[in-house]
């Protein structure tokens, strides 16, 4: 294959293991016979990031600089393996003169081949929020925990940020996933990235979609030219 192709660079640390999973899956899906037939990678792992679910943390400005950094390093096509994080998509964009890869978009787009009609979503408000939006513009309903369960659900999840990935957190986060399938949910969204850590197909009644995984093919479609590149906010 041709050794040229177009320089991925990643918006990462949010949180750690979940980027360099991204990596490791952007390596793995790369065909390459050579060492010079993978896509060269500069990533920011910056979990120094503010928490993206905090209200006025900032981090909007924090992305978009670290997206700038990685324009003037070199990249020339940006993933970023965070759900939360799209809300600040275009800003991102807009300071780096960069297309980003659209996780939100590829994990509704995937739900809908699914067939179903309405998705369940695990994740913070905020990629909540962005996964009603895309599915709606799909008119898919999603299903979302309850308040409480909600609330339990981010305990989970920052269990695992702080690298828990023992049994009791994969019981824990199975039964958020049953709760969704049996509130409607048809097809389940991982809408955060940290969850195929701990929860993997069999684990669950329902078809898994796995945006981070998508992310990680598309990007490296795109790196090689074989899938066009994102657009960019008007």
């Not at 490791?24 to 390459?32: E, F, H, L, N």
């Not at 369940?120 to 905020?126: A, Q």
């Not at 998508?214 to 479609?221: D, F, M, N, P, S």
Request: charged letters at 20%; one cysteine or more; aromatic letters at 2%.
């Amino acid at each position: 294959m041709s050794n040229t192709s177009l320089t991925l660079g990643v918006i990462g640390g949010m949180g750690p293991a979940a980027t360099v999973e991204f990596l490791g899956r952007v390596q793995a899906y790369t065909p390459a016979q050579q060492d010079q037939d993978h896509i060269r990678i500069i990533a920011d792992i910056n979990p120094k990031a503010p928490d993206r679910n905090v209200p006025g943390s900032n981090a909007g400005a924090v992305l978009a600089e670290m997206a700038g950094a990685l324009a003037g390093a070199g990249a020339q096509v940006l993933a970023m393996p965070c759900n939360t994080a799209h809300a600040h998509a275009d800003l991102i964009q807009r300071a780096s003169g960069l297309p980003l890869v659209d996780m939100i978009d590829l994990g509704a787009q995937a739900a809908q081949r699914n067939g179903a009609m309405r998705a369940g979503v695990l994740g913070t408000k905020g990629a909540l929020k962005l996964y009603r939006e895309y599915l709606a513009a799909r008119a898919m309903g999603m299903v979302a925990l309850p308040p409480e369960r909600q609330e339990a659900f981010m305990v989970t999840l920052y269990r695992i940020k702080a690298g828990d990935l023992g049994s009791d957190v994969k019981r824990e986060m199975a039964a958020h996933a049953e709760a969704l399938r049996a509130a409607g949910a048809e097809v389940l969204i991982a809408g955060c990235t940290e969850l195929p850590l701990v929860l993997q197909p069999h684990d669950v009644r329902l078809d898994l979609v796995d945006p981070g995984d998508l992310l990680a093919r598309r990007a490296v479609g795109v790196c090689l030219g074989w899938e066009p590149l994102p657009h960019m906010p008007g």
